[in-house]
C-alpha cells in the first residue's frame, strides 16, 4: 500500500488515527515535515476544511494525505461553535485554547434549560491521492449534551463537558478504546476504512504512485 500523510503534527493523534484503520501502515504525519506551510482553515463547513487540508498537504509532499476536521454543534447556539470550535473564545476575545473555550460555552448556556442542552461533535475525515485529488470523504457524529461543569480527566477539547447519549459518562470519563467505538472520529475513520477497503486502496502498488 502507499505511504499516508495524516495531516496533524500531533504524533499520538497521528499513530491513534493510523491504529483505528487497522493495517499495518507505513505512515507520517507533519512533524516530520520540515517547516510545512500552514493551510488557512477558510471553508464554512467541516466537509470543505477537511478537504482543504488533504489536497494542500498532498500537493505539497506528493504523498497520499487522510484530513480530518471536526467540532462541537449546539443546538441552543444554532449549530456553533461549529468549524470555529477550536477558537471559540478566540474568537469572541475570550481567551485562547481548550480552558477559556469551555469557560465561554458555559457562560454562554448558563441560562438554557438542560432540555434545550443538546449538542454533537461531528467529524469529516477526507483522502486525497498525490495529485491532491480527493477521492474520499466519510462524516460522522455523535449525540449528546452539554452539562454545566466539567467532568473527566481523558480526552482534551470540550470533551469533559460532552455527555454522551446513552451512557450518562462525558466523553473525557471514557477510556480511549471506549471513546473510540462512540466518537465521531472513531466512526467516520471505521465507515472511510470500509471505503478505502472497497476501492482497494490497501492492496495499491506503492512504487504506482
Known amino acids: 500500500m502507499p505511504k499516508l500523510l495524516i495531516a496533524t503534527g500531533n504524533a499520538g493523534k497521528a499513530r ?8 499495518e501502515i ?35 509532499t506528493n504523498l497520499w494525505t487522510l484530513a480530518d476536521d471536526s467540532g462541537l454543534e449546539v443546538d441552543a447556539l444554532d449549530g456553533k461553535p461549529g468549524v470555529i470550535s477550536a477558537r471559540w473564545a478566540e474568537s469572541h476575545n475570550a481567551g485562547k485554547g481548550d480552558d477559556d473555550n469551555n469557560r465561554l460555552l458555559l457562560q454562554q448556556l448558563q441560562k438554557i434549560p438542560d432540555d434545550r442542552r443538546a449538542a454533537r461533535f461531528v467529524c469529516v475525515l477526507a483522502l ?9 470523504t466519510a ?14 480527566e481523558n480526552g482534551f477539547g470540550y470533551d469533559p463537558l460532552f455527555m454522551v447519549a446513552g451512557l450518562d459518562r462525558t466523553s473525557a ?37
Not at 16 to 23: I, S
Not at 140 to 149: C, N, Q, S
Request: glycine share 6%; net charge negative.
Open 16 to 23: 491513534e488515527l493510523a491504529r483505528m484503520l487497522g493495517h
Open 26 to 60: 507505513d505512515w507520517t504525519d507533519l512533524s516530520s515535515i520540515p517547516n510545512p506551510a500552514t493551510v488557512e482553515e477558510t471553508g464554512v463547513t467541516f466537509r470543505e476544511n477537511a478537504c482543504l487540508k488533504a489536497e494542500q498537504y498532498a500537493r505539497m
Open 128 to 136: 486525497a491521492d498525490p495529485d491532491g485529488n480527493i477521492v474520499l
Open 139 to 152: 462524516r460522522d457524529t455523535v449525540e449528546g449534551r452539554i452539562i454545566h461543569k466539567p467532568r473527566g
Open 173 to 209: 470519563e471514557l477510556e480511549p478504546d471506549e471513546k473510540n467505538r462512540v466518537s465521531h472520529r472513531g466512526k467516520a475513520l471505521r465507515r472511510l476504512q470500509s471505503m478505502m477497503e472497497r476501492s482497494g486502496w490497501f492492496e495499491l502498488d506503492r512504487c504506482s504512485t
